[in-house]
């Protein structure tokens, strides 16, 4: 199994920046990429930045040129967020997929962002 815990989320004004924090522990050998996902009441949890095994990174198009995906030798994650906006607010989850019984994805508890104007 992989535990996720993350942190650093809380209020910010638009303009602002935050970095969020996800430890990772258990069996990380078994992740195969990584990725941080946020969500807001009534909508669905979407993709916000994926990170893979090679450092290699993606980013949804709300994200891009403002956030910034890293991690460090499988332990922690980390996303960068600046020049914040309301539309970020969110609860924000860190995950991870693993070949763990085929292929199970793991999920931490979340942690809230808002952003005020």
């Known amino acids: 199994q992989v535990q996720l815990v993350e942190s650093g989320g809380g209020l910010v004004q638009a303009g602002g920046s935050l970095r969020l924090s996800c430890s990772i522990s258990?069996?990380?050998?078994?992740?195969?990429?990584m990725g941080w996902y946020r969500q807001v009441p009534g909508k669905q949890r979407e993709m916000v930045a994926g990170?893979?095994?090679?450092?290699?990174t993606t980013y949804s198009e709300s994200a891009k040129g403002r956030f910034t995906i890293s991690g460090d030798n499988a332990k922690n994650m980390y996303l960068q967020m600046n020049s914040l906006k309301p539309e970020d607010t969110a609860v924000y989850y860190c995950?991870?997929?693993?070949?763990?019984?085929?292929?199970?994805?793991?999920w931490g508890r979340g942690t809230q962002v808002t952003v005020s104007s």
């Open positions: 995950a991870a997929d693993t070949r763990i019984r085929g292929g199970l994805r793991y």
């Open positions: 258990g069996t990380t050998f078994s992740i195969t990429g």
């Open positions: 990170i893979g095994t090679d450092r290699s």
